[in-house]
């Protein structure tokens, strides 16, 4: 399964958008790539899943570069309930390695 | 969408007793499922794999004797940590997709809202 890396965490204030990027260099071919938010004593929640180039959906966006070795999520005009930690995942299979995952915290 | 429900959501035990925790699916088949296991401040950990009708498959270092996994059917998964201590207490995470657990497949997990266990 792939490595991924991303920074431990980030800061934001209300109404920003926000671009988490994550390194996955040892990607394969049929890996996919997936966003989960997670909040405090909750189960992580789906954001976005993506292949190649741009995903969009009604929460956020997901680009991947042609070499799709890296993926940035982009959250749009965020708010104070977007404060969580985001996990960035590459896989073909439903098991999920997890990394440390980013924490973001939105100020107003 | 697709959800996954935990029962109970926390659970306090004393040490010595056995505690089952219930993953179900509640709009899906679920025909793979998978258990998480995180403490505070740190990620999720995978603890084991399972398909309906088949035995579980576990992490390296996750004791199969300990945590018994059962998925008789295509909407419930069991957890059961056997003799629990203190150091089992943790928040458990069950996830399931609508796909066998096989290379080539791309589907989603969805995740259950978790188990806190508290071993006293």
């Known amino acids: 399964l792939a490595k991924t890396t991303q920074p431990i965490s980030m800061d934001s204030y209300e109404g920003q958008e926000v671009n988490i990027t994550c390194s996955h260099n040892?990607?394969?071919?049929?890996?996919?790539i997936t966003w989960y938010q997670q909040f405090p004593s909750q189960g992580p929640r789906f954001i976005i899943q993506g292949y190649k180039t741009k995903v969009t959906n009604e929460v956020a966006s997901l680009f991947i570069p042609a070499d799709r070795k890296s993926s940035t999520l982009s959250l749009p005009r965020v708010s104070l309930s977007d404060t969580a930690v985001y996990y960035c995942l590459v896989g073909n299979t439903g098991k999920l390695i997890f990394g440390q995952g980013t924490t973001l915290q939105v100020k107003p | 969408g697709a959800v996954v429900s935990q029962h109970p959501s926390w659970v306090i035990c004393k040490s010595g007793t056995s505690v089952k925790i219930e993953c179900r699916s509640l709009?899906?088949?679920?025909?793979?499922m998978f258990w998480y296991r995180q403490f505070p401040k740190q990620s999720l950990m995978l603890m084991a794999t399972?398909?309906?009708?088949?035995?579980?498959?576990?992490e390296q270092g996750v004791e199969k004797d300990k945590f018994l996994i059962n998925h008789a059917s295509l909407t419930l998964s069991t957890l059961t940590v056997t003799s629990a201590h203190p150091e089992d207490s943790s928040f458990y995470i069950c996830?399931?997709?609508?796909?066998?657990?096989?290379?080539?497949?791309?589907?989603?997990?969805?995740f259950g809202p978790g188990t806190r266990l508290t071993v006293l």
């Open positions: 709009d899906f088949q679920a025909t793979t």
């Open positions: 399972s398909n309906e009708g088949s035995k579980a498959t576990y």
């Open positions: 040892n990607i394969a071919t049929n890996d996919y």
């Open positions: 996830s399931a997709g609508d796909t066998p657990w096989e290379a080539g497949s791309t589907d989603t997990q969805y």
